[in-house]
T-cell receptor, first 112, second 116 residues
Framework: KAGVTQTPRYLIKTRGQQVTLSCSPI?????VSWYQQTPGQGLQFLFEYFSETQRNKGNFPGRFSGRQFSNSRSEMNVSTLELGDSALYLCASSLDLVLGYTFGSGTRLTVV | AQKVTQAQTEISVVEKEDVTLDCVYE???????LFWYKQPPSGELVFLIRRNSFDEQNEISGRYSWNFQKSTSSFNFTITASQVVDSAVYFC?????????????FGSGTRLLVRP
């Protein structure tokens, strides 16, 4: 079965711009979580969506937002990009906590 | 607050050596899950194992084994007879729950280099 698909794989944006990243979970998985990975801060939780509702949110500014569609696909948006937003953004889908989380290959965002 | 500590930043071994990656965690939850993930250079986090707080049985899967000890809040990972393909960054993670939602708290990772 298909895994978690994230698009695009790479992005280069300019400071001040905004960006939208996409995540398609494994079929049947209704929970989608997003994580940011940077060399300095490591892997940090951004937010989790379940059945189109945000259930949990990490400690990130309001410039980071997301949504989930009825088919469980999710998007995250970062507005007014800063250099520090350069990171690998990973999406994970889950059917059940007991079964764990499956991660996508990530989107590597570079802000210049 | 939940915390995961992977004190080993980088480990270098020669192929066929055994290697143990340490993971120590802190949590106030009575029910929690622990995970190990492998991150190769491609970036994807590959699931290795999940363990819940009520199951302290050690587990072996091929060359991989895990030692979970609640008394010391540790969940260590051993690779027996390491291979070059094992080279990657390994992350230990702990769940933190709120209502029906969970998130993973990751350690800082251990970079394993297996030299031929």
């Amino acid at each position: 079965k298909a895994g978690v698909t994230q698009t695009p794989r790479y992005l280069i944006k300019t400071r001040g711009q905004q960006v939208t990243l996409s995540c398609s979970p494994i079929s049947g998985h209704r929970s989608v979580s997003w994580y940011q990975q940077t060399p300095g801060q490591g892997l940090q939780f951004l937010f989790e969506y379940f059945s189109e509702t945000q259930r949990n949110k990490g400690n990130f500014p309001g410039r980071f937002s997301g949504r989930q569609f009825s088919n469980s696909r999710s998007e995250m948006n970062v507005s007014t990009l800063e250099l520090g937003d350069s990171a690998l953004y990973l999406c994970a889908s889950s059917l059940d906590l007991v079964l764990g989380y499956t991660f996508g290959s990530g989107t590597r965002l570079t802000v210049v | 607050a939940q915390k995961v500590t992977q004190a080993q930043t980088e480990i270098s071994v020669v192929e066929k050596e055994d290697v143990t990656l340490d993971c120590v965690y802190e949590t106030r939850d009575t029910t929690y899950y622990l995970f190990w993930y492998k991150q190769p250079p491609s970036g994807e986090l590959v699931f290795l194992i999940r363990r819940n707080s009520f199951d302290e049985q050690n587990e072996i899967s091929g060359r991989y084994s895990w030692n979970f000890q609640k008394s010391t809040s540790s969940f260590n990972f051993t690779i027996t007879a390491s291979q070059v393909v094992d080279s990657a960054v390994y992350f230990c993670a702990l769940t933190e729950g709120r209502d029906s939602s969970y998130k993973l708290i990751f350690g800082s990772g251990t970079r394993l280099l297996v030299r031929p």
